[in-house]
Nanobody, 122 residues
Framework: QVQLVESGGGSVQAGDSLRLSCAAS????????MGWFRQAPGKEREIVAA????????YYADSVKGRFIISRENAKNTVYLQMNSLKPEDTAVYYC???????????????WGQGTQVTVSS
């Protein structure tokens, strides 16, 4: 069982940066791939970025590639999402999730945080 708590959301201007953190407790974090998802009002939840258990392999949605960076510190049971050059279309509730596998490729996400709001104004 893994419990996840996101933090770091807020309201910013377009072009600003934010760093989201996801603190994990429970067993299994260091061997699980992790993902960041987001859901905007009226839209389906979408994956933003993912990282494998070691941090070596990452995935980014096209919409955030080159602007967002996912990383993790297994010693601190924490995964991060550095968001740069934010745009109004990045406005959403951001969730972190722990995968059932060590790799993000083709995995299912088993545990979810409660989400943190990110609002970007123009």
């Amino acid at each position: 069982q893994v419990q996840l708590v996101e933090s770091g959301g807020g309201s910013v201007q377009a072009g600003d940066s934010l760093r989201l953190s996801c603190a994990a407790s429970g067993r299994g974090f260091s061997v699980s791939a992790m993902g960041w998802f987001r859901q905007a009002p009226g839209k389906e939840r979408e994956i933003v970025a993912a990282i494998n258990w070691s941090g070596v392999s990452t995935y980014y949605a096209d919409s955030v590639k080159g602007r967002f960076i996912i990383s993790r510190e297994n010693a601190k049971n924490t995964v991060y999402l550095q968001m740069n050059s934010l745009k109004p279309e990045d406005t959403a509730v951001y969730y972190c999730a722990a995968a059932a596998d060590a790799t993000w490729r083709g995995t299912k996400y088993k545990y979810w945080g409660q989400g943190t709001q990110v609002t970007v104004s123009s």
